[in-house]
């Protein structure tokens, strides 16, 4: 799958739509920082026009302006009904761009709730006070 016949140029507007700037745009990977990567990483998932995208802590080494556009863009993709599964730390991050939220701990998923639900809570609180309960296997 994925959008066919692009233009180099069509490359480019997807990294910048992205965030990467310019002057990376014909370097090699492997001088990229790790936010740098998950930028490419997203792009190649708009290329491809994956229907399914997976993060593992997309804004970890963004600084926060481009932690932001990144946010900005999961929600532009969101809209276009792609699923996002996104692992973070980042509570408030996942609370603005979130449709559902789970809590893990120990490896198991404890908590899930949806957007109407998780809206109006204190996402850090109701985090801590699972991560003091026993899990039970």
């Known amino acids: 799958g994925g959008k066919t016949n692009l233009a180099k140029e069509d490359y480019y ?5 992205v965030g ?20 490419v990483g997203l792009s190649i998932a708009i290329i491809k026009d994956a229907p399914n995208i997976l993060l593992d802590e997309p804004t970890t080494g963004l600084d926060p ?25 980042d509570i408030f991050r996942a609370k603005d761009v979130a449709d ?19 809206i109006h809570e204190n996402l850090e609180k109701v985090y801590l006070d699972y991560m003091q309960q026993t899990v039970v296997y």
């Open 13 to 17: 507007n997807i990294f910048r739509t």
């Open 20 to 39: 990467l700037q310019e002057e990376s745009f014909e370097h090699k990977l492997k001088k990229f920082s790790k936010g740098m990567l998950q930028k």
């Open 65 to 89: 302006k481009a932690a932001a556009e990144f946010i900005n863009i999961l929600r532009e993709l969101r809209e276009q009904k792609k699923a996002i599964l996104m692992c973070t730390h």
């Open 100 to 118: 559902r939220v789970g809590i893990m701990k120990e490896g198991r998923l404890v908590m899930v709730k949806n957007r109407d639900e998780f």
